[in-house]
């Protein structure tokens, strides 16, 4: 029963970040860093679930497309692990550069997290579709092919759009930021990633 009680407590507070973020955060007090981290895996775990079932049902049913539930798993969990602890040391780091200060360590950590929801339900539905829907031929199926694409970048702007509700709300009553340098702070990790992988395929092309 605590265990079912746990994620239900967990799925409500996700919701409430995304759906009303400056009630939730207003009332939400920060966790500490080992909660935030509990409460992560957690719900990696669990938006990881259904995925799963669908990829395995369609490597049975489609012969030709092999699948691997551990390393479908594992990438989800780090791949999420990284953009949730990166996104949230960088946003940290881009408030402090601001001048905006927190008596909470674990902060930005915490709004980092609680504000993925909606990108974590994206990512579900776009994985979701590719399982049981393999990619049109842009060639033969250029309309489908190009909707297709159409749709995924719309999704994707919709999730990210409201995770960056959420943290800009986070970071206003955290941070005591105003809403231009809370909408920087947000920003901040993909101007980061950008300049990251600049300089990394910079370094790459100048190897012998």
């Not at 360590?105 to 049981?132: D, E, H, K, W, Y």
Request: net charge positive; with cysteine; hydrophobic share 60%.
């Amino acid at each position: 029963m605590r265990a079912i009680d746990y994620v239900k407590n967990l799925g409500a507070s996700m919701m409430a970040a995304g759906i009303r973020p400056a009630d939730y955060f207003a009332s939400a007090a920060p966790e500490t860093r080992k909660r935030v981290f509990l409460d992560l895996m957690a719900c990696l775990v669990i938006t990881a679930l259904p995925v799963l079932v669908l990829s395995i049902g369609a490597s049975f049913l489609l012969k030709d497309r092999p699948f691997s539930w551990t390393v479908e798993l594992f990438l989800y969990v780090l791949g999420w692990s990284v953009f949730v602890f990166a996104g949230a040391w960088v946003r940290r780091l881009t408030a402090r550069f601001l001048g905006d200060r927190t008596d909470v360590p674990s902060a930005a950590l915490f709004v980092t997290q609680r504000s993925i929801g909606t990108m974590l339900l994206v990512a579900i539905l776009l994985r979701s579709m590719n399982a049981v829907w393999s990619w049109p031929n842009a060639a033969t199926d250029a309309g489908v092919f190009y909707g297709r694409i159409a749709f995924t970048v719309l999704l994707f702007l919709a999730g990210w759009f409201m995770e960056g509700r959420a943290v800009v709300a986070g970071f206003k009553l955290h941070y005591g930021q105003n809403t231009g340098r809370a909408i920087l702070t947000w920003i901040s990790p993909i101007v980061f990633y950008i300049v990251f992988i600049w300089l990394a395929l910079n370094i790459v092309s100048v190897l012998p």
